[in-house]
T-cell receptor, first 111, second 111 residues
Framework: NAGVTQTPKFQVLKTGQSMTLQCAQDMNHEYMSWYRQDPGMGLRLIHYSVGAGITDQGEVPNGYNVSRSTTEDFPLRLLSAAPSQTSVYFC??????????FGPGTRLTVT | GQQVMQIPQYQHVQEGEDFTTYCNSSTTLSNIQWYKQRPGGHPVFLIQLVKSGEVKKQKRLTFQFGEAKKNSSLHITATQTTDVGTYFCAGLAGTASKLTFGTGTRLQVTL
């Protein structure tokens, strides 16, 4: 039982490049979400999903796309990377008891 | 939108001293959760409080949910170096599916 996994662990992008951050969970949780964490800003919700085929925007969705074709996977796409998207990205899934489990994170630098 | 503030932002204590962090929401919450994040790690779920005035204990940690369900606190008795990290509260408001995280309190414990 791996919990929530994220790849890659580290990534460096040039401005304007696109990429996908992968997230998978093996706990059969319906609810999954993406956060970004910046120093002094806490965790800010980017997008979330309450089940396969259903996604919604969080607090800071601009510049990011998500899709949820299966219960297990919830990838986050950066359409055209900008230096302001340099951050640590966490994926999380939530149990029916509202307990949220986080992945190990992806540290992204955009130059 | 909903805002969740935490104070203090940072606290440095000597091992054995007590520590308290406070969480205040701009709106009434249906539940509040607490997470701990070690340096370089990911947030880990600690506990969830649902009822007005609820108090829960985990060994040296005591969590309280305010009577008005707009504030919460985490108290650590006799801190240890293993308590080092950032403590976040996160609130769920009404029927919303989005958790809003506080800005976190970073705890440093020295011998």
């Amino acid at each position: 039982n791996a919990g929530v996994t994220q790849t890659p662990k580290f990534q460096v992008l040039k401005t304007g490049q696109s990429m996908t951050l992968q997230c998978a969970q093996d706990m059969n949780h319906e609810y999954m979400s993406w956060y970004r964490q910046d120093p002094g800003m806490g965790l800010r919700l980017i997008h979330y999903s309450v089940g396969a085929g259903i996604t919604d925007q969080g607090e800071v969705p601009n510049g990011y796309n998500v899709s949820r074709s299966t219960t297990e996977d919830f990838p986050l796409r950066l359409l055209s990377a900008a230096p302001s998207q340099t951050s640590v990205y966490f994926c999380a899934s939530m149990s029916l008891l509202w307990e949220q489990y986080f992945g190990p994170g992806t540290r992204l630098t955009v130059t | 939108g909903q805002q969740v503030m935490q104070i203090p932002q940072y606290q440095h204590v000597q091992e054995g001293e007590d520590f308290t962090t406070y969480c205040n929401s701009s709106t009434t919450l249906s539940n509040i959760q607490w997470y701990k994040q070690r340096p370089g790690g990911h947030p880990v779920f600690l506990i969830q409080l649902v009822k007005s005035g609820e108090v829960k204990k985990q060994k040296r940690l005591t969590f309280q949910f305010g009577e008005a369900k707009k504030n919460s606190s985490l108290h650590i008795t006799a801190t240890q170096t293993t308590d080092v990290g950032t403590y976040f509260c996160a609130g769920l408001a009404g029927t919303a599916s989005k958790l809003t995280f506080g800005t976190g309190t970073r705890l440093q414990v020295t011998l």
